[in-house]
C-alpha cells in the first residue's frame, strides 16, 4: 500500500485546472437563476390567471363537445382535426397533443378558464428556464448574460398573446419540446447514447404533435450542432436526418388524419395577401409584412390581437417599406452566409430568426395569416440573443469570458442600468397588455382602437356587441338598443371594407333579429349562406327567422340542414325539437292527437339528442319535461323538469 503522507497541498497552493468546477455547470448556481427567472415570467402574466375565454378558446375548448367530453375524447381527438366538435371548421389542423391538455383540464376543472391561464402561466414560465438552460448547455456564454437574455425574453412584450390567450398553448407546448429536443441532442453527442437520440426525437414528434410549425426545427437543430459542438458534420447529418424521418412520418400521419398538407380554401379576410393574385404583390407584401414583424420585436406597440384585412394594404415592387424590408433582410443573409464559416455568433442568430420565420413569412407558401404576434414566440429568440450580442459589444464585454464573473457586473453600471431600464419597459408593457386580453369585451373594445381598418376586428367588435350574454347583461331597453346600434354600424362598416365576409353577414342578420326587423335578418343569413353554404350555423340562424315568423316547417327544415352538416350543434338540435314541438301545439289547438304526439315525440328525441352533445344543456331538459307533459306523461315530464333544475 502506498503512502499518502506526503501527498498534501501546501498552504494557499492553487489547484490544477482539473480540479476547478466549471462555473458553466454550477449547479446551484444555474439553480437559483433559473428559480429567478420563473418566478418573474410568473409574476409579468400573474395578471392573467383570473382572465376569461377569449377569441379561439371557444373553438376549441368553451365550446368545443369534444373537448368537453373530457378523458373520454382523448381517442377522437388523436384521431380528428384541431377543431373538430365545433361546427364544421377547418379540417386542415392537426394538434391533438394541445387540444387533449384542454380536455384533460376540463376533466379536472370544468368551464373553469382561470385553470387553462395557471397552466398557461406556469409552462410559460418552465420555457423560460428550458431556454436558459439550453442556451447555458450549447453557447457557453458568461451564465450571467444567459441569465439576462432569458429575462429580456420572459418579459417581451410580444409574447403576451402567446401567454394570455389559452388556445396559444400550441405556441407554448411545442416550444417546451424542441428546447427539451435540445437538451437531448446535446446529451446524446457528448455521451453518444442511443437513449438520448431517442428522446431527441420523441420530443420533436410531441413538439409536432402540438403545433405543425414545429416542422422548421429539422432546420433549426443543425444550427445548435454546427455553431456551438465540435461534433463531426457525420454525426450532424445523422441527427438531422433523423428528426427529417420524425417529420416525415408525422406529415404522413397528419395526410391520414387530414387527408394533405397545407391549408386550401384560405379565406381573404384572414390572409390578406389573396386580395390579389399577383404572385408578385403577393410576396413583395409578405416581405414587407416581414419589415413589420422585426419593429414590432424592437418596438412592440401598439399590439394587437388582429391584423387582418384591410389593416395592412397590398404593395407593390415600388413601394418603400417593401424595399426597406428587403434590404434589411437581404443584408443579413448575406451577412450570416458571410460569417458561416468562423460560426460568427451573429450568423447563427440570424440564420436561426429566418428559419424559424420561414412558415410564417408567407414567402414558400401560405398560411391562414399573414401577421400574428404568436407567430414571433419562437423567432424571439433570436432576437433577444442579438440584442445582448450588440449590448456587450456597445460596453465591450466579453459574451464568453467567465474569468470575471464577480466583478463583470460591478463594473459596467451602465450596461445594468440599459439593461433593467429595457426590462421595466417590457415589464410593464407586458403587465398593461395583459389586462387587455381580460375578456372579448376588453380585448375587442381596446383593439378595435389599434386596428380601426380591420374588417375582422369590426366583426369580433359587433359580434361581442350583440351576442346572448352581451345582451343578456344590459339592465334597460335603451341600453340595449344603444348597444346594438353600435354593433350595427361596427360590421356595416366590415362589410363596406369586405363585402364577401360570410360571419359578417352572419352578426348582421343577429342584430337585425335583436331588432325584430325578421326579414331583414333572413335576407342576411341568406346572403351567409350563399357565399357558404357548408356552414351550419347560418342554416340555424336562418331557421330561427323562420321560426319566429311563424313559419315552423321551414324552420324544421333549416334546423334539419344545420343539423346534418354540423354534428356536433346542440343548439340545432334543440331548435328543431322546438319545431317539431310548435308543430305538435298547432295539431294539438285543431284537436288533431295523433299528429300532435307523433309531432312531440319527434320533438323529445331532439331534445334528447342535444342532451346527448351537452350533457349540460338546461333548456333542452326543460323543454324534454314540458313536452312529455304536454303528451300527457307528467311522471317523465316531471323526471326531466328535475334534471334540468339540477344543471346550475
Not at 378558464?113 to 456564454?141: A, D, E
Not at 460596453?395 to 445594468?416: M, P, R, Y
Not at 340555424?540 to 344545420?562: I, Q, W
Not at 349540460?616 to 331538459?621: D, G, L, P, Q, T
Request: with cysteine; glycine share 4%.
Amino acid at each position: 500500500m502506498s503512502s499518502k503522507k506526503n501527498q498534501k497541498h501546501k498552504p494557499h497552493e492553487p489547484k490544477t485546472k482539473s480540479e476547478t468546477t466549471a462555473f458553466s455547470i454550477d449547479k446551484k448556481l444555474i439553480l437559483k437563476l433559473s428559480l429567478v427567472i420563473a418566478l418573474v415570467a410568473f409574476f409579468l402574466y400573474s395578471n392573467t390567471l383570473k382572465h376569461q375565454f377569449v377569441l379561439d378558446d371557444y373553438s376549441v375548448i368553451k365550446e368545443n363537445q369534444m373537448t368537453k367530453q373530457g378523458t373520454a375524447a382523448l381517442k377522437d381527438i388523436f384521431s380528428n382535426s384541431y377543431r373538430e366538435g365545433y361546427g364544421n371548421n377547418e379540417n386542415n389542423l392537426y394538434r391533438p397533443l394541445t387540444k387533449a391538455m384542454f380536455a384533460i383540464e376540463w376533466q379536472l376543472s370544468p368551464n373553469n378558464p382561470h385553470f387553462h391561464h395557471l397552466i398557461n402561466v406556469l409552462m410559460y414560465s418552465l420555457v423560460c428556464v428550458l431556454l436558459f438552460i439550453v442556451l447555458l448547455r450549447y453557447t457557453k456564454i458568461n451564465i450571467y448574460i444567459l441569465f439576462i437574455t432569458a429575462l429580456i425574453f420572459a418579459a417581451h412584450p410580444i409574447h403576451t398573446e402567446v401567454v394570455a390567450n389559452i388556445k396559444s398553448r400550441d405556441e407554448i407546448s411545442s416550444m417546451l419540446f424542441l428546447l427539451l429536443s435540445l437538451l437531448c441532442i446535446h446529451k446524446h453527442l457528448s455521451s453518444n447514447k442511443i437513449l438520448m437520440l431517442v428522446g431527441t426525437l420523441g420530443c420533436f414528434f410531441l413538439a409536432l404533435l402540438s403545433k405543425e410549425s414545429a416542422i422548421v426545427y429539422v432546420a433549426l437543430a443543425p444550427l445548435f450542432i454546427y455553431f456551438f459542438t465540435e461534433t463531426t458534420l457525420k454525426n450532424n447529418i445523422k441527427v438531422t436526418a433523423s428528426l427529417a424521418v420524425a417529420a416525415i412520418l408525422y406529415m404522413m400521419l397528419h395526410m391520414k388524419i387530414i387527408g394533405g398538407i397545407g391549408i386550401d380554401n384560405i379565406p381573404v379576410i384572414d390572409n390578406s395577401l389573396l386580395y390579389t393574385t399577383n404572385v408578385i404583390e403577393q410576396k413583395a407584401t409578405a416581405i414587407y409584412i416581414l419589415g413589420k414583424y422585426f419593429l414590432l420585436m424592437v418596438f412592440p406597440h401598439p399590439l394587437s390581437c388582429d391584423y387582418s384585412f384591410n389593416t395592412i394594404p397590398i404593395v407593390s415592387l415600388g413601394n418603400i417599406g417593401f424595399l426597406l424590408a428587403l434590404a434589411f433582410h437581404v443584408f443579413l443573409l448575406y451577412f450570416a452566409i458571410k460569417k458561416i464559416k468562423e460560426k460568427h455568433f451573429l450568423s447563427f442568430c440570424i440564420l436561426f430568426y429566418l428559419g424559424s420565420m420561414a412558415l410564417a413569412s408567407n414567402i414558400f407558401m401560405l398560411i391562414g395569416t399573414h401577421l400574428a404576434e404568436r407567430l414571433l414566440f419562437f423567432p424571439s429568440v433570436a432576437f433577444c440573443l442579438a440584442a445582448i450580442y450588440f449590448l456587450c459589444k456597445l460596453f465591450k464585454i466579453d459574451l464568453f469570458d467567465s474569468s470575471k464573473i464577480n466583478s463583470l457586473f460591478k463594473a459596467n453600471t451602465t450596461l445594468l442600468a440599459v439593461v433593467g431600464i429595457v426590462l421595466l419597459l417590457y415589464s410593464i408593457k407586458t403587465y398593461s397588455r395583459n389586462k387587455d386580453w381580460k375578456s372579448d369585451t376588453y380585448l375587442f373594445g381596446h383593439d378595435i382602437e389599434t386596428v380601426p381598418n380591420s374588417a375582422h376586428m369590426l366583426f369580433y367588435y359587433a359580434n361581442n356587441l350583440a351576442n346572448k350574454d352581451s345582451l343578456a347583461a344590459v339592465k334597460s331597453p335603451a341600453e340595449k338598443e344603444k348597444r346594438l346600434s353600435t354593433a350595427q354600424k361596427s360590421i356595416t362598416k366590415a362589410l363596406q371594407l369586405y363585402e364577401l365576409f360570410p360571419d359578417a353577414h352572419n352578426v348582421a342578420g343577429r342584430i337585425y333579429y335583436e331588432q325584430k326587423n325578421f326579414d331583414a335578418s333572413f335576407k342576411s343569413y341568406s346572403r351567409a349562406m350563399e357565399m357558404n353554404p357548408g356552414k351550419g350555423m347560418y342554416h340555424n340562424n336562418a331557421g330561427t327567422c323562420l321560426f319566429s315568423v311563424g313559419k315552423f316547417e321551414e324552420a324544421a327544415k333549416a334546423f334539419e340542414k344545420a343539423t346534418q352538416i354540423d354534428k356536433y350543434d346542440a343548439d340545432a338540435q334543440c331548435n328543431l325539437g322546438s319545431a317539431y314541438g310548435a308543430m305538435g301545439e298547432a295539431y294539438k289547438n285543431k284537436n288533431d292527437m295523433a299528429n300532435a304526439s307523433k309531432m312531440f315525440s319527434i320533438a323529445i328525441d331532439h331534445f334528447k339528442k342535444a342532451t346527448q352533445i351537452d350533457p349540460n344543456y338546461k333548456s333542452a331538459y326543460q323543454f324534454i319535461g314540458i313536452t312529455y307533459k304536454n303528451i300527457g306523461d307528467s311522471i317523465n315530464g316531471d323526471i326531466w323538469l328535475q334534471k334540468a333544475a339540477k344543471i346550475k
